[in-house]
């Protein structure tokens, strides 16, 4: 179990930046990485960006791919996700979660962040 704390979000303009934070603590054992996923208003939960822990390649939905980059420091036990040309449609309230081989996530979830996109 990995307790998690996200921080970051906030009220940006259309074609705006923002970059989320996650603090990490616990064990990592079982799973694949560590994960971003989003709700936005009305919708179910969906994985955005993943980064394995054994350092391979990095996952991202098709709906962010050259926008959002994730990234860890794990000195610091923290992965981030880097948000730029972000749209109205990438409002939601953003997790961090750990996630199987499968992209699943585990059953601990954080408070999220809420990003809301608008001018």
């Known amino acids: 179990q990995v307790q998690v704390v996200e921080s970051g979000g906030g009220l940006v303009q259309p074609g705006g930046s923002l970059r989320l934070s996650c603090a990490a603590s616990?064990?990592?054992?079982?799973?694949?990485?560590m994960g971003w996923f989003r709700q936005p208003p009305g919708k179910e939960r969906a994985i955005v960006a993943g980064?394995?822990?054994?350092?391979?390649?990095?996952y991202y939905a098709d709906s962010v791919k050259g926008r959002f980059t994730i990234s860890r420091d794990n000195t610091k036990n923290t992965v981030y996700l880097q948000m730029n040309s972000l749209k109205p449609e990438d409002t939601a309230v953003y997790y961090c979660?750990?996630?199987?081989?499968?992209?699943?996530?585990?059953?601990?979830w954080g408070q999220g962040t809420q990003v809301t996109v608008s001018s």
């Open positions: 616990g064990s990592t054992f079982g799973t694949y990485g």
């Open positions: 979660n750990q996630y199987y081989s499968g992209l699943s996530p585990t059953s601990f």
């Open positions: 980064i394995p822990w054994s350092g391979g390649s990095t």
